[in-house]
């Protein structure tokens, strides 16, 4: 089992930035790929961005640019760093895991709102 709690979320205006973090713990030895996804109201869960366990990341076309990924495996945690938000970035991020022959795990969410 794999646990996840991210933080970070907030209330920020458009053009602001944000950093979330998430934290793993029980069985992370074998995690290949960490990442972001986001869900607004209405809409489907999306990938945001990926960070594989050797540093190799990946981001959506709509936050390429804007947003970075990163890690620090010795906190067992990874990062997005969120600049120049906007008001379409709002929805709840999620955190993660994928194990190498396992289903993913999902942190609970943090709730992001960019306003206009």
């Known amino acids: 089992q794999v646990q996840l709690v991210e933080s970070g979320g907030g209330l920020v205006q458009t053009g602001g930035s944000l950093r979330l973090s998430c934290v793993a713990s029980g069985s992370i030895s074998n995690i290949l790929v960490m990442g972001w996804y986001r869900q607004a109201p209405g809409q489907e869960r999306a990938r945001v961005a990926t960070i594989t366990n050797t540093g190799i990341d990946t981001y959506s076309d709509s936050v390429e640019g804007r947003f970075t990924i990163s890690r620090d495996n010795r906190k067992r945690s990874i990062y997005l760093q969120m600049n120049s938000l906007k008001p379409e970035d709002t929805a709840v991020y999620y955190c993660?895991?994928?194990?190498?022959?396992?289903?993913?795990?999902w942190g609970q969410g943090t709730q992001v709102t960019v306003s206009s």
């Open positions: 993660q895991a994928f194990p190498m022959g396992s289903a993913p795990y």
